[in-house]
């Protein structure tokens, strides 16, 4: 049984087809790499998914409750005028049985998984670089215990250490709570060691998809032996 479907969905900005005709299905457990260039229509999808943006045609059935993710620009996405600790906080709302002492120690201890520190939990989002943001919106995931996490390169903007160990912190988490993950990425080097499978796209369509070593070995669209190419420097 498949926990996200999406069938042959479309969706234009002003006669500009973003996403075009794109099908994938998910099944619980799968970590799927949504790559391509800019533009190419990723975060319209994940929007889509989301619910965020009503598709011109097409179907997506998404278990409900289940999806939450990281957005691309996390200015955007973390309320100004809330501290560190509303923001947590609201992440847990589902979780009705916490004490306040429990919630504490549950938003602190994310925090330091993320790389930060649990003394920030006061602070409001300008008074954090944009990679510390980035890791403040993937707490408050992580906290929300979604069970289809959609990360909108979510570890771009870290540099290369903090990426391995949030990526690895989702990793692990994956495995004890049987997560399931669309990961977007420009950086084909991060997916290949991130992701099972991989889709990629090119003007609103995917050309591609599969499992990540049989694309990776025998790319069939060209556009993919391009992004290949343009990553690892082989001819391929
Ligand atoms: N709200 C919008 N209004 C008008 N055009 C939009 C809107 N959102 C996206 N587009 C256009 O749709 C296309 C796909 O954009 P999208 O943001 O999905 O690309 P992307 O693959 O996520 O790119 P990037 O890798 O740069 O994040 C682009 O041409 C973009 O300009
Ligand atoms: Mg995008």
Sequence with gaps: MNILEVHNVSKSFKGVR?????????????????????????????????????????VIKAGRGTLQMVFQDPVGSLDPLWNVRSILKEALWHNRTLSGRQIEEKMASMLTKVGLSSGILGRFPHEFSGGERQRIAIARCLLACPRVLLLDEAVSALDTLVQKQITDLLKTLKQDLGLTYIFISHNLRLVRRFSDKIAVMHQGKIVEQGLMPAVLEAPQHPYTRQLLQAAFYTHL
């Design 18 to 58: 973003a996403v075009d005709g794109v099908s994938l299905g998910l099944r619980q457990g799968d970590n799927l790499a949504i790559v391509g260039e800019s533009g190419s229509g990723k975060t319209t999808l994940a929007k889509m998914i989301m619910g965020l943006i009503t598709p011109d045609e097409g």
